[in-house]
């Protein structure tokens, strides 16, 4: 998941709608996505391995890496790429051993501690955030880029900035070295559907 210039990280909506697979795959063959996160945080187990069996395959042909939200030890048995695991999400050591050279990313809010104790355990990303107020989630935490050009400058392991983030206000992030820009509504919500959000993203990254 590293590469030099700033790239889209893409997280499944919270409920997924009919026809999704349709969705994601026009969303994914619109322009660069360097990775996607199924995150249904109030789905059963068993529901998230039928969305895993149905969407990793999608994610995969194209490239796309496939990641699941909160669970190692359940991205690990299902074959994922890899994980993402909040502050919250079990011990990130312990994940970090269940998914030997599979992605690992860990949540990190707007704190530098928790960013370099991630790097330590083993991270291949840390996400800060959030950056602007969002609908996904309750805002706890509010990051800024100036911690982005921090981090940036400090650490090799690539950062993803999350959080309210659209097309219209994500230049600073880019701007201030943002490996990767995590969005939800910008892409699912967009007016013109998930491929318009898409090619709206990386248009506003390269424009940055």
């Known amino acids: ?17 009919a026809g999704f ?8 063959d619109a322009g660069d996505v360097a990775c996607l996160q199924l995150r249904l ?5 068993d529901d998230i391995r039928r969305a ?44 970090r051993k269940l998914l030997e050279g599979k992605i690992l990313g860990i949540t990190c809010h707007a704190s530098r501690h928790l960013a370099m ?12 955030g959030a950056f602007f107020p969002t609908g996904t989630k ?10 982005l050009e921090w981090w940036s400058e400090m650490f090799e392991i690539p950062s993803v900035a999350i959080g309210g983030i659209t097309a219209e206000n ?10 990767f820009l995590a969005v939800v509504g910008a892409v699912w919500s967009h007016p013109e559907g998930p491929a318009a959000g898409v090619r709206a993203m ?6 940055a």
């Open 1 to 17: 998941m590293t590469e030099e210039r700033c790239r889209l990280y893409l997280i499944t909506p919270p409920v997924l709608p």
């Open 21 to 28: 697979a349709d969705l994601l795959a026009a969303a994914l």
């Open 41 to 45: 945080k109030d789905a059963a187990p």
């Open 52 to 95: 895993t069996e149905t969407l990793m395959p999608i994610a995969q042909a194209r490239d796309v890496a496939f990641l699941l939200n909160d669970d190692a030890a359940l991205a690990a048995e299902l074959g994922c790429d890899g994980a993402h695991l909040g502050q919250e999400d079990g011990d990130h050591a312990a994940g």
């Open 117 to 128: 104790l991630a790097g330590e355990q083993g991270a291949d990303y840390v996400a800060f």
């Open 138 to 147: 309750a805002t706890l935490h509010r990051a800024t880029p100036e911690l």
């Open 170 to 179: 994500c230049a600073p992030l880019v701007r201030a070295g943002a490996d």
């Open 202 to 207: 990386n248009a506003a990254i390269a424009a």
